[in-house]
């Protein structure tokens, strides 16, 4: 029994799909579906069952899923401590990103590790900050680059990198853009365009509401930074966005509050770490003073 058959399940246990979890791993539909069939052969189970467009996960997949990750674990854990032990920094290592942060901050510091380390395969995935920390909790990610948790939890270690201002935004012709002194009493009569309510960012946001008793009028609920900027700039609502993505579009309306998030990495000490992700990370807090 291979590794591939092991990864195979575990993307389509993912994604519901033979299709998606092929796109994933780059291969065919048959190839993957091979993978599938191997294991349960193998096991004496049916792992799979037809389901509409997708499949659908037997009993005997769920009781299977936490076992095949903890053991891939396992034997992650192995081959860092063998590459720790021969000074060795190659192998695979698979982080995750915000959109946000793999687009505005990362890129320069990636370049220098791939540079300066050519025989790691860097595994990227850009996923909300939300999942990025979960996944790093249960093992599915070595390191994630995110926004930072308001309240961490006990067994991650954390690293602020950067401090990302939140301001107020709208469209300039905006019936707030053109009032000044704002209170966010002010706000409340206008439509909202925020992040999903269980983003950190909408957390920070809504906290400020909270301490006034007051609640915004939350018309639509987007992920991606840069769709609500986009919307924003429509006149469809307000907003709170980083600093950074505010351009010529956009306009920061007059109010006195300050919010800010903290942007940086994530990951589970408790686990045996690879070189790979050691030198990452010291990389990381190198750079970030040397291009400070």
Do not use: C
């Amino acid at each position: 029994m291979n590794l591939a058959a092991f990864e195979a399940f575990i993307k389509v246990m993912e994604t519901g799909s033979i299709s998606q979890a092929a796109d994933a791993l780059f291969l065919t539909q048959p190839a993957v579906t091979k993978r599938i069939h191997s294991l349960e052969d193998y096991f004496g189970v049916k792992l799979f069952e037809s389901a509409g467009r997708g499949v659908q996960a037997t009993h005997a997949a769920h009781a299977l899923l936490p076992k095949v990750k903890n053991w891939l674990n396992e034997l992650s854990d192995i081959h860092h401590t063998l590459s720790h032990q021969q000074g060795q920094v190659q192998g695979k290592l698979k982080i995750g990103t915000s959109h946000h942060l793999g687009l505005h901050h990362l890129s320069a510091y990636l370049r220098n590790y791939v540079q300066r380390f050519p025989e790691v395969t860097l595994d990227v995935h850009f996923v909300d900050s939300e999942q990025a920390h979960e996944q790093v909790l249960a093992g599915d990610l070595e390191l994630a680059f995110l926004t930072l948790p308001p309240q961490g939890d006990d067994r991650l270690s954390y690293v602020t990198l950067w401090e990302d201002p939140l301001v107020f935004v709208a469209a300039p012709f905006h019936p707030l853009a053109q009032q000044t002194a704002l209170q966010l009493e002010d706000l409340i009569a206008y439509p909202s365009l925020l992040p999903a309510a269980q983003t950190y960012t909408s957390q920070i946001t809504l906290a400020e509401f909270e301490k006034r008793g007051i609640k915004p009028k939350i018309t639509m609920s987007n992920n991606p930074l840069e769709s609500i900027r986009m919307l924003v700039s429509i006149g469809l609502g307000w907003s709170v966005l980083p600093k950074t993505l505010i351009n010529a579009e956009l306009q920061q309306l007059d109010l006195k509050i300050e919010m800010n998030r903290k942007l940086g990495m994530v990951w589970h000490p408790s686990r045996t770490q690879s070189r790979a992700v050691l030198e990452l990370i010291s990389l990381m807090q190198q750079d970030e003073k040397n291009l400070a």
